[in-house]
């Protein structure tokens, strides 16, 4: 199995910049993919951004494109997501994911919420 832990959320006016953290534990050698989603309140879970977990092209949403980056630290097991330029609509849980094996994994999530 493997384990995922966020952190990094917070209040932060809009314009503001937040970095969120992604530690993976357990069976972290089945690994392919890492990526974030989040979910705003009434709405769906939505795909933000993805990283492959030994190299090869990120991928992001159209939404946070150019403000949003992804990268990982191997060495540590975690995954970062750079949030720049927030804006109110960006407010959401953040989650990890990683899909391995046939199982989904999810963190248990992180709070930003971007005042207006």
């Known amino acids: 199995q493997v384990q995922l832990v966020e952190s990094g959320g917070g209040l932060v006016q809009a314009g503001g910049s937040l970095r969120l953290s992604c530690a993976a534990s357990g069976r972290t050698f089945i690994i392919y993919n890492m990526a974030w989603y989040r979910q705003a309140p009434g709405k769906e879970r939505e795909f933000v951004a993805r990283i492959p977990w030994s190299g090869g092209s990120t991928a992001y949403a159209d939404s946070v494109k150019g403000r949003f980056t992804i990268s990982r630290d191997n060495a540590k097991d975690t995954v970062y997501l750079q949030m720049n330029s927030l804006k109110p609509e960006d407010t959401a849980i953040y989650y990890c994911?990683?899909?391995?094996?046939?199982?989904?994994?999810w963190g248990q999530g992180t709070q930003v919420t971007v005042s207006s």
């Open positions: 994911n990683t899909y391995a094996l046939g199982m989904n994994y």
